[in-house]
């Protein structure tokens, strides 16, 4: 069993629906982060947390210590906001982080 | 301000060649690593470093070495290629761990194909 596992793997929507990708995993850590790699490639870090809520426009990322869960909302999709979310931990002891999978989100118009 | 650079972004190479990839980083980061991201699988971490002539292993680093000689270079090369090194590699910067200081900051990676 993966340590850090994502679902779902692969998520479709109409744009300007309301978004949900859920980010499970089974080790301590230090912090929690979402990144967005771009269909071109590109990876870029959305955040990091390690409690409680973080929103940066349309996008929203809460975590769960004690349930050892985390989830990256999107508000009002948009086709733009088509790419791969990869949550990856940072464990307490150290600096390196263990990613999932990703999951892939196709918003159409 | 470049960011994290990587070269080449593309290589073809014949079983048994081998290579360097070079990576570069202009903000002043301790933290670099190298990971490889292959289709079905998150990125798995290769060799990383933690400051200027250091190196550590990562999750899979047999078949790769490395080398830190400036802050702000981190070499990742191939000995003997394989075609189970095709793969797109990402090198990452960050100024170490810590709530608000571990940002990793990726390059644009480098599409190797083994024959």
């Known amino acids: 069993k993966n340590e850090v596992e994502q679902s779902p793997q692969n998520l479709t929507a109409q744009e300007g629906e309301f978004i949900t990708i859920n980010c499970s995993y089974s080790?301590?850590?230090?912090?929690l982060h979402w990144l967005q790699q771009h269909p071109g490639g590109g990876i870029v870090s959305l955040f990091m947390l390690s409690s409680g809520k973080k929103k940066h426009g349309r996008l929203i990322a809460t975590i769960n210590i004690q349930e050892k869960h985390s989830s990256l909302h999107i508000t009002a999709s948009h086709p733009r906001d088509s790419a791969v979310y990869i949550c990856a931990v940072e464990r307490t002891s150290g600096s390196r982080l263990t990613f999932g999978e990703g999951t892939q989100l196709t918003v159409n118009p | 301000n470049a960011g994290v650079t990587q070269t080449p972004k593309f290589r073809v190479l014949k079983t048994g060649q081998s290579m360097t990839l070079l990576c570069a980083q202009d903000?002043?980061?301790?933290?670099m690593y190298w990971y490889r991201q292959d289709p079905g699988m998150g990125l798995r971490l290769i060799h990383y470093s933690v400051g200027e002539g250091t190196t550590a292993k990562g999750e899979v680093p047999d078949g790769y070495n490395v080398s830190r000689l400036k802050k702000q270079n981190f070499l990742l090369g191939l000995e003997s290629a394989a075609p189970s090194q095709t793969s797109v590699y990402f090198c990452?910067?960050?100024?170490?761990?810590?709530?608000?200081?571990?940002?990793?900051?990726f390059g644009p990676g480098t599409r190797l194909t083994v024959l």
């Open positions: 990452a910067s960050s100024s170490g761990p810590g709530l608000g200081y571990n940002e990793q900051f």
């Open positions: 080790v301590g850590i230090s912090a």
């Open positions: 903000m002043n980061h301790e933290y």
